[in-house]
C-alpha cells in the first residue's frame, strides 16, 4: 500500500532559526514528489516539485531535498519568518504510463509555528 | 489571471439536500482537479479532467458526488443528496500538464448538518 509519512507531526521554533520536515514513503511507481505549503483557511500553495533525477531544489528560503534510493525527502526552511507559520504537505505522484493515470498519496503534513 | 475561483466560499445546508460547487479554472490549463480535505482523513483526490473530460473519478466516494466540465472554464462538484460526513473543504486546482504545479484554489468549506 502507497503511504506518505510526514515527521515531526508539529513544530515550534524562534523567528529566525532554521527547522528541517521529513518525509518518508512507499509509493510505487514514483514519479515525483511535492511539497506544499498551507496557510490556514487558505489553499495549498506549491514550493518544489522534485523527479528521481534531482537531490535539490530550492525555492527562495524553502530547498527540498530527495534520496530515491531510501525514499526519504527533506524541506529546509532557512531563517525562518513569522509568515512561514503554516502547514507543510508532502505529496508522492505515481503516474501509470499506460493510462496516464495521476495518482497522487498525501501526507498528513507538518504543522509549523513560528515564535517571534 | 486571478488564480483559480472557487465559489461559493462557505456553504451550509441540511442533510439531504442537493449541493453544488463551482470552479473557474487557470485560463490555458488543461487539467482540473477536485480535492477534498478533512481533518480526519486530510487531502484526497476525487476526480480530475484532462480538456474537459473526466480521466479518474475513483476518488469519488460514492454515487451521490458528480462532477462535470462542460467547456475549459467552469467545473461543478455536485452532491445529491448530501450527508454531515460530506462536511469539509473542497478544493479545486488546475495545471498545464500532469506532471506540472498545480494551483489551488481557495477552497469551499461545506458544512452539512
Given at each position: 500500500k502507497n503511504q506518505v509519512e510526514q515527521s515531526p507531526q508539529s513544530l515550534i521554533i524562534l523567528e529566525g532559526k532554521n527547522c528541517t520536515l521529513q518525509c518518508n514513503y512507499t509509493v510505487s511507481p514514483f514519479s515525483n514528489l511535492r511539497w506544499y505549503k498551507q496557510d490556514t483557511g487558505r489553499g495549498p500553495v506549491s514550493l518544489t516539485i522534485m523527479t528521481f533525477s534531482e537531490n535539490t531544489k530550492s525555492n527562495g528560503r524553502y530547498t527540498a531535498t530527495l534520496d530515491a534510493d531510501t525514499k526519504q525527502s527533506s524541506l529546509h526552511i532557512t531563517?525562518?519568518?513569522?509568515?512561514?507559520s503554516a502547514s507543510y504537505i508532502c505529496v508522492v505522484t505515481s503516474l501509470?504510463?499506460?493510462?496516464g493515470s495521476y495518482i497522487p498519496t498525501f501526507g498528513r503534513g507538518t504543522s509549523l509555528i513560528v515564535h517571534p | 489571471d486571478a488564480g483559480v475561483i472557487q465559489s461559493p466560499r462557505h456553504e451550509v445546508t441540511e442533510m439531504g439536500q442537493e449541493v453544488t460547487l463551482r470552479c473557474k479554472p487557470i485560463s490555458g490549463h488543461d487539467y482540473l482537479f477536485w480535492y477534498r480535505q478533512t481533518m480526519m482523513r486530510g487531502l484526497e483526490l476525487l476526480i480530475y479532467f484532462n480538456n474537459n473530460v473526466p480521466?479518474?473519478?475513483?476518488?469519488?466516494?460514492?454515487?451521490r458526488f458528480s462532477a462535470k466540465m462542460p467547456n475549459a472554464s467552469f467545473s461543478t462538484l455536485k452532491i445529491q443528496?448530501?450527508?454531515?460526513?460530506?462536511?469539509a473543504v473542497y478544493f479545486c486546482a488546475s495545471s498545464q500538464g500532469l506532471a506540472d504545479t498545480q494551483y489551488f484554489g481557495p477552497g469551499t468549506r461545506l458544512t452539512v448538518l
Open positions: 531563517a525562518s519568518q513569522l509568515s512561514d501509470h504510463a499506460s493510462g | 480521466i479518474d473519478d475513483s476518488g469519488m466516494p460514492e454515487d443528496p448530501s450527508e454531515p460526513r460530506d462536511s
